[in-house]
């Protein structure tokens, strides 16, 4: 008997000890990727089957005052929005009270003349078009309309690039070209059709029923940052001299890695918890188009089925992953890097560890599941 509880505790211990946890294994490609891209401070939150396995903070949250950052503190997610948008859209497509069909512009269209009278050729740009960036046009260059001419807000500037701006516009090409400009014609498509501000909607629609409070719009330009929002740091570009705010449907939300990890349990279709969305809904959101394989609505996709969004803003670095094999995923930094390589090294950043069948995930201090909707 002595003999067998003696092999028994010997094949526990090595069992135990050839298990990897991942604290360890994070905190080294962490700090490898903050110092190689000079990151100031960086959230992670994962989940496994919807249930949160990892949790953790790395850096500043203000350097200059040596406030570390952590788990609660807010960071821009730049165009991780995008995924809320499209879950906003389709979720007024599930309601009867609007289909990807609609056309969005003039008389037949769910804005009509609300932003004047477009230019003709604009009529016939769809809701699908818009939310898988096949219009070609509005493109994500030196010349986005998103980024130029602060002072004016979110309508006015939608009213000036489809009426007198538009002159030079031929045709709608109907080619895959990435467009800030059209996720923002979206939030006023949200707003037309549910009566409430784009933000009210969300919270109302989304992240009120699942209770996830904190996930909101970064403030205006003239109010600064929310109080536990952290600094952001870049050496190319000022950080604050951008309308954040008017961003809102493309890339204007401020949450916490642990928040939007769980927003993702709820758009994932894994089916652990209940999602804000069909599971017919969900397909057709992560279908790509035509145009592009590998980019659905608001979502990049591919053949192994996962699903991602990276978000880029001066003095912002983000992605979320949902992998098919039940884990997701949600990196936010609050530092942007000029170098080449800083999104293939962040999109690589976990998966080898995501991938280590040695890697012991259920540990006490991390395990919380997910609460289900009521």
């Given at each position: 008997?002595?003999?067998?509880?003696?092999?028994?505790?010997?094949?526990?211990?090595?069992?135990?000890?050839?298990?990897?946890?991942?604290?360890?294994?994070?905190?080294?490609?962490?700090?490898h990727?903050?110092?190689?891209h000079?990151?100031?401070?960086?959230?992670?939150?994962i989940?496994?089957?919807?249930?949160?396995?990892f949790?953790?903070?790395?850096g500043?949250?203000?350097?200059?005052?040596?406030?570390?950052?952590?788990?609660?503190?807010?960071?821009?997610?730049?165009?991780?929005?995008?995924?809320?948008?499209?879950?906003?859209?389709?979720?007024?497509?599930e309601?009867?009270?609007?289909?990807?069909?609609?056309?969005?512009?003039?008389?037949?269209?769910?804005?009509?003349?609300?932003?004047?009278?477009?230019?003709?050729v604009?009529?016939?740009?769809?809701?699908?078009?818009?939310?898988q960036?096949?219009?070609?046009?509005?493109t994500?260059?030196?010349?986005?309309?998103?980024?130029?001419?602060n002072?004016?807000?979110?309508?006015?500037?939608?009213?000036?690039?489809?009426?007198?701006?538009?002159?030079?516009?031929?045709?709608?090409p109907?080619?895959?070209?990435?467009?800030?400009?059209?996720?923002?014609?979206?939030?006023?498509?949200?707003?037309?059709?549910s009566?409430?501000?784009?933000e009210k909607?969300?919270?109302?629609?989304?992240?009120?029923?699942?209770?996830?409070?904190s996930?909101?719009?970064?403030?205006k330009?003239?109010?600064?940052?929310?109080?536990?929002?952290?600094?952001?740091?870049?050496?190319?570009?000022?950080?604050?001299?951008?309308?954040?705010?008017?961003?809102?449907?493309?890339?204007?939300?401020?949450?916490?890695?642990?928040?939007?990890v769980?927003?993702?349990?709820?758009m994932?279709?894994?089916?652990?918890?209940?999602?804000?969305?069909?599971?017919?809904?969900?397909?057709?959101?992560?279908?790509?188009?035509?145009?592009?394989?590998?980019y659905?609505?608001?979502w990049?996709?591919?053949?192994?089925?996962?699903?991602w969004?990276?978000?880029?803003?001066?003095?912002?670095?983000?992605?979320?992953?949902?992998?098919?094999?039940?884990?997701?995923?949600?990196?936010?930094?609050?530092?942007?890097?000029?170098?080449?390589?800083?999104?293939?090294?962040?999109?690589?950043?976990?998966?080898?560890?995501?991938?280590n069948?040695?890697?012991?995930?259920?540990?006490?201090?991390?395990?919380?599941?997910?609460?289900?909707?009521?």
């Amino acid at each position: 008997m002595k003999y067998l509880i003696c092999i028994f505790l010997l094949t526990f211990k090595l069992s135990f000890s050839q298990s990897l946890y991942p604290e360890a294994e994070i905190d080294k490609v962490v700090t490898h990727f903050m110092t190689t891209h000079k990151v100031v401070g960086l959230q992670i939150a994962i989940t496994k089957n919807e249930k949160i396995v990892f949790q953790k903070s790395y850096g500043y949250a203000d350097k200059e005052n040596k406030i570390a950052v952590n788990n609660n503190h807010l960071f821009r997610i730049a165009s991780l929005s995008k995924a809320i948008t499209a879950v906003g859209i389709y979720k007024l497509i599930e309601q009867g009270k609007l289909k990807l069909e609609d056309q969005v512009f003039g008389q037949n269209g769910v804005l009509q003349n609300d932003f004047g009278t477009p230019k003709k050729v604009l009529e016939s740009i769809t809701i699908q078009q818009l939310l898988q960036h096949t219009t070609g046009l509005w493109t994500n260059d030196n010349n986005d309309p998103m980024f130029r001419n602060n002072a004016i807000n979110i309508n006015d500037l939608i009213r000036d690039e489809i009426t007198k701006n538009a002159s030079s516009i031929k045709k709608v090409p109907n080619v895959y070209a990435y467009s800030n400009f059209g996720y923002a014609i979206l939030g006023r498509v949200i707003e037309k059709i549910s009566g409430k501000s784009y933000e009210k909607y969300i919270q109302d629609a989304i992240l009120k029923p699942i209770r996830l409070h904190s996930i909101k719009l970064a403030q205006k330009n003239e109010l600064g940052t929310w109080q536990d929002e952290v600094k952001y740091y870049s050496d190319a570009f000022n950080p604050y001299n951008m309308n954040v705010n008017r961003m809102d449907a493309h890339g204007g939300w401020i949450a916490s890695a642990t928040d939007y990890v769980k927003l993702m349990a709820y758009m994932d279709g894994f089916g652990h918890t209940e999602d804000v969305l069909l599971p017919e809904t969900i397909q057709k959101m992560t279908t790509p188009s035509a145009q592009n394989q590998n980019y659905a609505s608001g979502w990049a996709v591919n053949s192994n089925n996962n699903w991602w969004h990276t978000g880029s803003l001066p003095g912002t670095v983000s992605e979320m992953i949902r992998g098919s094999n039940g884990f997701n995923w949600v990196v936010l930094c609050n530092s942007s890097s000029e170098s080449p390589n800083i999104f293939s090294d962040l999109d690589n950043l976990l998966w080898p560890i995501i991938n280590n069948s040695d890697i012991n995930w259920k540990t006490k201090i991390f395990m919380e599941n997910i609460r289900r909707r009521r």
